[in-house]
C-alpha cells in the first residue's frame, strides 16, 4: 500500500490541526506552509472547499489513497450493509 511518508508537520499545518498526534511544530507556526503561508489572507471557504478538505484529511488519518477511499464509501452504501441505520456505522 503506497502511503505518505513526507513531513507530518507540512499536514498538520495544512489542516491547522494535529492529524498525526501533538505536535511542536504546528504549535509554532500555527499558519499554512509554503512561501506565502504567513502573510495570505484566507478567504471564505465554499461548501465544496470544506468537503474536500474534510475528505483529505480522513485520508491521511487513516493513510489510505484515492481509490480505496472510494472503495470503502461504496461498501459502506452498498444495500447489504445500509439496513440498520447509518452507513458508516457497519464499517
Known sequence: M??????KTKIARKFREAIYGPDKGLEKRNYPPGQHGPNKRRAKQS????????????????????????????????????????PFSSL
Open 47 to 86: 461548501e465544496y472547499s470544506i468537503q474536500l478538505t474534510e475528505k483529505q484529511k480522513a485520508k491521511y488519518t487513516y493513510g489510505i489513497l484515492e481509490r480505496q477511499f472510494s472503495n470503502l464509501y461504496k461498501k459502506s452504501l452498498s444495500p447489504s450493509r445500509c439496513y440498520r441505520g447509518n
Open 2 to 7: 503506497a502511503r505518505y511518508i513526507g513531513p
